[in-house]
């Protein structure tokens, strides 16, 4: 098991940015792919981006390409979500999740389901103002 705790969170308004950090336990954590996801009031949780173990690949929705950008540091153990232009529409709690398969290679696809990633963290709120 991977313990995760996210940190960063904050009220910002339109236009500005915030980074994303999410601290994980454990001498494996340079093996597994990580994820961003975050959930709006009374909305699902949703895929935001992920990267590979190695950090070679990231990958992202639609509606932060271009804004945000997802990183590791994995002799910290870290991931990070670097987010700018942020807009009232990403007022969410963001969290991160680890995706427990040493070394995966395969479909991107399946680092976009929630169902997938095997640890979570308990979410750190950003809150977008107009």
């Known amino acids: 098991q991977v313990q995760l705790v996210e940190s960063g969170g904050d009220l910002v308004q339109a236009g500005g940015s915030l980074r994303l950090s999410c601290a994980a336990s454990g001498r494996t954590f340079s093996t597994y792919d990580m994820g961003w996801f975050r959930q709006a009031p009374g909305k699902e949780r949703e895929f935001v981006a992920a990267?590979?173990?190695?950090?070679?690949?990231?990958y992202y929705t639609d509606s932060v390409k271009g804004r945000f950008t997802i990183s590791r540091d994995n002799a910290k153990n870290a991931v990070y979500l670097q987010m700018n232009s942020l807009k009232p529409e990403d007022t969410a709690v963001y969290y991160c999740?680890?995706?427990?398969?040493?070394?995966?290679?395969?479909?991107?696809?399946?680092?976009?389901?929630?169902?997938?990633?095997?640890?979570w963290g308990q979410g750190t709120q950003v809150t977008v103002s107009s």
């Open positions: 999740a680890a995706f427990r398969t040493p070394y995966y290679s395969g479909s991107y696809y399946r680092l976009t389901n929630l169902h997938e990633y095997d640890d």
């Open positions: 990267i590979r173990w190695s950090g070679g690949n990231t």
